[in-house]
C-alpha cells in the first residue's frame, strides 16, 4: 500500500531513496488541498488563522479553565498573527491538579489518559486526555514523519514504550504498517547487554530510541566489539546533542534524524529532513512560535494544538528554548521550521559568565566513547559531572584533564568550580530515569 502523494519527488541519497523536500511538506500540502509547490507559507498562515479562530470559540464553550482566561479575547480579535501574538500563555503550572477544567469533550469521549512528570523537581505530575480523533492525526501523520529516514519494506525498532493502547510504539506502529513497514517495540533500554541482542538479532533497518540511552547502547557494543549496523536512528523523548548523533554515525554507520515531540502533542510535532536543517512542523494540526527571543532568536519555544478535541492548548508554552525559522530550507521547503533546540529551561543552570545547558555538556562528554552515562548535578557556582565507565574502560587522569578543559571552555564556566567523577558501571544496566536532567547538589 502506497502512501497519498509519497510516489511523487523520489531521489536517492547515499543508497536511500528518499523524498525531494520534506515528505511534511506533501502531508502539508494534501491537507491544504494543494500541490507541494503551490504551498506556501502565506496559504499556511491563512489556514492556522482560520483553525485558531475555531479553537477560540471552541475554548470559550467547552473548557472552564480557557472560559475564564479568555474571557477578554474573541475570535474576531484574531485578523493577523500578530494579533495571537498578544493573546494570554498557558504552561504546565496551569494544569498540575486541574487538567479537568481543560477537558473540552464528555469523560466518555476520552480514549487515553497519558500521565507525565512535570520539568521540575517536585514530583508533580499532570495528566493530558485525547479523543480518538487526536490519536488518528497523530497517527495518520506518522508515515510521512517516517517516510523522511525510511521506505517501504523496512523494519522499525522502537526502543521507548510500546506495549499498551495509545503508546509511541503502538501509534507508530498503527501508522506506519499499512504501508509496508514492519514495527517490533522492544522499550526503553534499561539492559545495555539484553538491548544488544535484540537489535542483533532483529536486524532493523529503522531505530527509534532515546538519545542517552542510544548513545550509551552504541558505547556498549563498540567497548564489547559487537560489530552492528543500521540505516536510520530516530532520536526523540529528550534533548538531542549533535555529539550524540556523531557518536552513533560513527559506530553504527548510520543516518541520524531528531524528532522534537511531547505529550502535550500527542507525541508528534515536528522532524528533521534528510538536509538536517532543522525540524519540519506538524503544521496542519498545531502552531509553534517562540515567546520573547533574544537578539539571535532564541525563546521559549509554545505550542497551539488547534485540532486536538479532548484537551487543546493555547500558546502553550512548552519549557523548551529555540529558535524559529522562516529562511528556505535545504531540502527546498519554504514553510516555517524549527531550526534550534537548545533544551529545557529546567535542564540548564543560569551563572554570571551565562547560561550552560545539558546539552552544552552533553557535547563534550559524548565525543568519549569510553563513557557510557554520565550525571550532571550544579549549584552555588559548581558542577559535578560523574562519568560512567564499563569494567573494561578506564578514563586515565590525561583524559579527564582533556574532557575538563573543554568544559571549562564554555564561557558559563567562568570562575565556577568544576569537578568530575569517574565510576565504574559494574553491569550492564543503566539508571532508570526519565529524561536526562541537571540535578541540585
Known amino acids: 500500500m502506497k502512501v497519498p502523494g509519497l510516489s511523487a519527488n523520489i531521489r536517492t541519497v547515499e543508497g536511500l531513496q528518499t523524498i525531494s523536500g520534506s515528505p511534511v511538506d506533501i502531508w502539508v500540502a494534501e491537507g491544504l488541498q494543494t500541490a507541494p509547490e503551490y504551498v506556501t507559507p502565506e496559504l499556511l498562515q491563512t489556514y492556522q488563522l482560520k483553525e485558531i479562530r475555531k479553537l477560540l470559540s471552541y475554548l470559550k464553550k467547552n473548557s472552564s479553565y480557557y472560559k475564564e482566561k479568555l474571557m477578554n479575547c474573541y475570535p ?71 517516510r523522511t529516514m525510511s521506505e517501504p519494506g523496512d523494519s522499525v525498532a522502537v526502543m521507548m514504550s510500546g506495549e499498551s493502547d495509545g503508546s509511541i510504539g503502538e501509534n507508530i506502529r498503527q501508522g506506519i504498517e499499512p504501508f509496508g513497514m514492519r514495527t517490533s517495540v522492544y522499550g526503553p533500554v534499561s539492559d545495555l547487554a539484553d538491548a544488544a541482542g535484540f537489535l542483533c538479532r532483529e536486524k532493523p533497518d529503522v531505530i527509534v530510541g532515546i538519545p542517552y540511552q542510544m548513545a550509551a547502547l552504541a558505547g556498549y557494543m563498540k567497548i564489547h566489539r559487537i560489530e552492528y549496523s543500521v540505516k536510520s536512528v530516530l532520536l526523540s523523548a529528550d534533548d538531542v546533542s549533535e555529539a550524540v548523533c556523531r557518536r552513533l554515525r560513527r559506530q553504527w554507520n548510520c543516518r541520524t534524524f531528531r524528532h522534537y515531540g511531547m505529550t502535550e502533542l500527542c507525541m508528534f510535532g515536528a522532524v528533521e529532513c534528510q538536509e538536517h536543517d532543522g525540524y519540519h512542523i506538524r503544521a496542519l494540526d498545531q502552531y509553534f512560535e517562540v515567546i520573547n527571543p533574544d537578539q539571535e532568536g532564541c525563546g521559549e519555544i509554545a505550542v497551539t494544538t488547534f485540532r486536538h478535541q479532548g484537551m487543546p492548548l493555547l500558546r502553550y508554552r512548552t519549557g523548551d528554548i529555540g529558535k524559529i525559522t522562516a529562511q528556505k530550507c535545504r531540502c527546498g521547503s519554504v514553510l516555517p521550521r524549527i531550526s534550534v533546540i537548545r533544551g529545557r529551561k529546567s535542564n540548564r543552570v543560569i551563572f554570571p559568565g551565562g547560561e550552560l545547558f545539558l546539552q552544552d555538556v552533553q557535547e563534550v562528554v559524548y565525543q568519549d566513547d569510553r563513557i557510557i552515562d554520565f550525571d550532571c548535578l550544579a549549584g552555588n557556582r559548581q558542577i559535578l559531572i560523574v562519568f560512567y565507565v564499563l569494567p573494561e574502560e578506564r578514563i586515565d587522569d590525561k583524559g579527564v584533564a582533556i574532557l575538563r578543559k573543554k568544559l571549562s571552555d564554555y564561557p558559563a564556566m567562568k570562575d565556577i568550580v568544576l569537578k568530575i567523577k569517574v565510576r565504574i558501571m559494574q553491569k550492564s544496566e543503566l539508571k532508570q530515569r526519565n529524561k536526562k536532567r541537571i540535578e541540585k547538589l
Not at 81 to 100: A, Y
Request: hydrophobic residues 35%; glycine residues 6%.
Open 76 to 146: 474576531e480579535d484574531l485578523r493577523t498573527i500578530s494579533d495571537f501574538c498578544r493573546f494570554p500563555t498557558t504552561d504546565e503550572k496551569d494544569l498540575i491538579g486541574q487538567e479537568w477544567r481543560f477537558q473540552c469533550v464528555a469523560s466518555s469521549d476520552i480514549r487515553r489518559i497519558v500521565t507525565v512528570p512535570t520539568t521540575g523537581t517536585t514530583g508533580q505530575q499532570k495528566r493530558i486526555r485525547f479523543t480518538e480523533d487526536d490519536l488518528n492525526r497523530a497517527i495518520a501523520f506518522a508515515p510521512f514523519g517516517f
